[in-house]
C-alpha cells in the first residue's frame, strides 16, 4: 500500500492563496493518477482536481480557473495551489491514488487529511 502524507492545510482570509502538497512513499506518478478529494460534514467527499499519468488536467466547476494540481517527479510529491480563496473552499483536502491512468472509478489510496478553513 502507498502512503500518502499532506500538508499545508490551516486558517487563510478570503482571497489569500494556499497550497497543499502529498508526498507519495515511492514513484508512482508514471502509472497511477492522482487527485485532489474535499469534503466539509455530512456531505460526500468530492473531487476538485485531478492529473493523469501523462499530466493531463482536470477541475471541478467550483475551483476551475482558481486551483492548479501539479506534480515534481522527482520529490514523488503532487501539489494543489489554491488561488482567490473563498469561504465555501473550507474543507478538508484529501490526496489520493488511482490505479487507472486518469481519475476513473475510486482511489485506491488516500492521505489522512488536511484541513482548510477561510474566513471571510
Known amino acids: 500500500q502507498v502512503q500518502l502524507v499532506e500538508s499545508g492545510g490551516g486558517l487563510v482570509q478570503a482571497g489569500r492563496s494556499l497550497r497543499l502538497s502529498c508526498a507519495a512513499s515511492e514513484s508512482i506518478f508514471r502509472t497511477n493518477a492522482m487527485g485532489w478529494y474535499r469534503q466539509v460534514p455530512a456531505q460526500q467527499r468530492e473531487l476538485v482536481a485531478s492529473?493523469?499519468?501523462?499530466?493531463?488536467?482536470r477541475y471541478s466547476d467550483a475551483v476551475k480557473g482558481r486551483f492548479t494540481i501539479s506534480r515534481d517527479n522527482a520529490k514523488n510529491t503532487v501539489y494543489l495551489q489554491m488561488t482567490s480563496l473563498k469561504p465555501e473552499d473550507t474543507a478538508v483536502y484529501y490526496c489520493?491514488?488511482?490505479?487507472?491512468?486518469?481519475?476513473?472509478?475510486?482511489?485506491?489510496?488516500w492521505g489522512q487529511g488536511t484541513q482548510v478553513t477561510v474566513s471571510s
Open positions: 492529473m493523469s499519468t501523462r499530466g493531463m488536467t
Open positions: 489520493a491514488r488511482f490505479l487507472t491512468t486518469f481519475a476513473n472509478g475510486s482511489p485506491r489510496d
